[in-house]
């Protein structure tokens, strides 16, 4: 079920980058000659106007072909067929060609934003005031930390869990009052084990833990378990609000993405890259499996945060990339005359083949996170 989702959550990200390209190309007056879903072969499709489009066999995302995108492809004689030359690619203004490849990565960022917003309207978990905790929805207690060495730590307790109770004898503790949790586990008969009912990734555990004095440096005579808690819930936002936060918050994970992305790319020319803060395939389809299980709200979270960085690696400069082919287009405006395509179509093959080996290294990296 998990590679379904994440071949749902592929082809729609791909699908509405090329629509990005496929729009912007016919209000610039480009011809386009397909628009397809999935990859040859051909599974059905139909013509409507110039343009066919089509569902193929091959279900990993998308595509849309261009008239005269391609470098090397022959383009009608004016004597022919003028008007249909002039619709190509090629022909047309370097400025509606900069639009054309711009649109595609324009339409990660706005499906992204749109998202967001939708997340924010449905509500998603986060730590809680005192005063929204009456209005709030699906309140829980969640440890938000867990201090090295500590009796919880040692324990098995990491950040994220949600603790549904604890049992200690014949007391009992539950609810969301963190409070009464801390004065539970300082209790009289702190030195017995304490049984915790946690949440973790949907599944229920069961947890046993000693409270130890001396945990905490600041109150060394209170028994404690070392971890820090927080009150969580689901708070939407109205209807107004959410496209402002929403705005706000896309604004925030791209920036943050790019900042990331550039030490990552800067680490790779220095031979400092860190490849355990990278996922490829394997990864990123455990992620949304992961974010699928806990609700359609982290499931569209997950793929918005995968639409940025498909939109920020896609304008990196790298031939093969729309980025690449940008710097194409700033270079023969600069110089006035088309880059040679046997030029442009071996930088484009050196730019792949790069692409490639990053992939398989990344690949490679998250088969051994497995193991």
Known sequence: ????????????????????????????????????????????????????????????????????????????????????????????????????????????LLFAYVLITATLLMGTPRALAPEEYATAKDVSVAIA????????AKAGLIPGDYVVSAT???AVWSGTDTDAFTAFVASDT???????????????????????????????????????LAVVGVVPISLLQAPIEGAVLTWEITKETAIALVHFFGGIFSFSADLSQVS????????????????????????????????????????????????????ESITRRPIRPSVANAMNTVGFGLLILLMLVVTANDVLKLF
């Open 280 to 331: 490829g395939p394997i990864g990123i389809a455990g992620a949304v499996g992961n974010a699928s299980s806990q609700g359609l709200a982290s499931l569209l979270t997950i793929t918005a945060l995968i639409s940025i960085n498909l939109a920020l690696i896609n304008i990196l400069p790298v031939p093969a990339l729309d980025g690449g082919r940008l710097l194409f287009v700033l270079i």
């Open 168 to 170: 200690q004898g014949e």
């Open 1 to 108: 079920m998990s590679i379904l989702i994440f071949v749902v959550v592929l082809v729609a990200l791909i699908v509405v980058h090329e629509f990005g390209h496929f729009v912007v190309a016919k209000l610039s007056g480009m011809r386009v000659d397909e628009f397809g879903i999935g990859y040859p072969p051909r599974a059905w499709g139909f013509k409507k106007g110039e343009t066919e489009y089509t569902l193929n066999w091959l279900p990993f995302g998308g595509f849309v072909k261009i008239f005269g995108e391609d470098m090397e492809e022959k383009l009608p004689g004016a004597e022919t067929a003028p008007a249909s030359a002039s619709r190509a690619f090629s022909a047309r203004p370097r400025i509606l060609q900069a639009a054309t490849l711009v649109a595609g990565i324009a339409m990660n």
């Open 145 to 152: 930390g867990v201090l090295p060495e500590s009796p919880a």
């Open 190 to 228: 702190a030195k017995e084990p304490i049984t915790l009912s946690v949440l973790r990734a949907g599944e229920e555990k069961s947890l046993t833990v000693t409270p130890q004095t001396g945990t905490i440096t600041s109150d060394p005579t209170r028994p404690a378990l070392g971890v820090q």
